[in-house]
């Protein structure tokens, strides 16, 4: 690549890195585009790829196999740009990002390892503890998103709502 190319590697932090990327790249435009003079328009390409096989499971523990029943192997990519000329061909506009992480509560830093079973087996482990703290980082971006993105209407709507 060009010398002016910058390549950042997130590898590692499963499916929650390609959220870490694109506000990355969103982040990383945006400082270049103010840096240069006159401002040219920047390209952005995040790549994402998931793959769990190589943590295959051939164990008996359920809490280990569920894993490979839920996830797979995945892929996608995005192209971001801050050109103006390219905004009529574009299917989407990122207006608004946000990320919340729950990851500090030790009921959600356990809910996903990767240990060995007791026969030694090394697989990826789920928590019975996984879908409340699904549901509580669900709720942290929605409290952070909606004032953002939802109506006023439908935020005084919500507002009565909860006050009832």
């Keep these: 690549m060009r010398d002016d190319v910058a390549a950042y590697n997130l590898s590692g932090m499963g499916c929650a890195a390609v959220l870490v990327a694109v506000d990355l ?16 328009p920047t390209l952005a390409l995040v790549v994402s790829a998931e793959c769990i096989t190589p943590n295959c499971y051939a164990g008996v523990d359920r809490s280990m196999m569920l894993g490979h029943c839920l996830f797979h192997c995945g892929g996608s990519a995005v192209l971001l740009t801050t050109d103006p000329a390219l905004l009529g061909r574009a299917k989407m506009e990122l207006r608004v990002m946000e990320r919340t992480t729950v ?3 030790d009921d959600a830093h356990l ?16 928590s019975k ?15 952070r998103l909606a004032p953002r993105i939802l109506p006023v209407r439908e935020l ?3 507002a009565a709502v909860v006050a009832w």
Excluded: C, W, Y
Excluded at 25 to 40: E, F, K, L, V
Excluded at 113 to 125: T, W
């Design 129 to 143: 503890s996984l879908p409340k703290v699904a549901v509580r980082a669900f709720t942290a971006n929605m409290t």
């Design 103 to 105: 990851a500090g509560a």
């Design 156 to 158: 005084a709507l919500f």
């Design 111 to 126: 809910a996903i390892v990767q240990r060995e079973d007791g026969d030694g087996l090394v697989g990826i482990s789920l």
């Design 25 to 40: 790249a969103r982040s990383t435009m945006h400082a270049r585009s103010r840096s240069q003079s006159p401002r040219r």
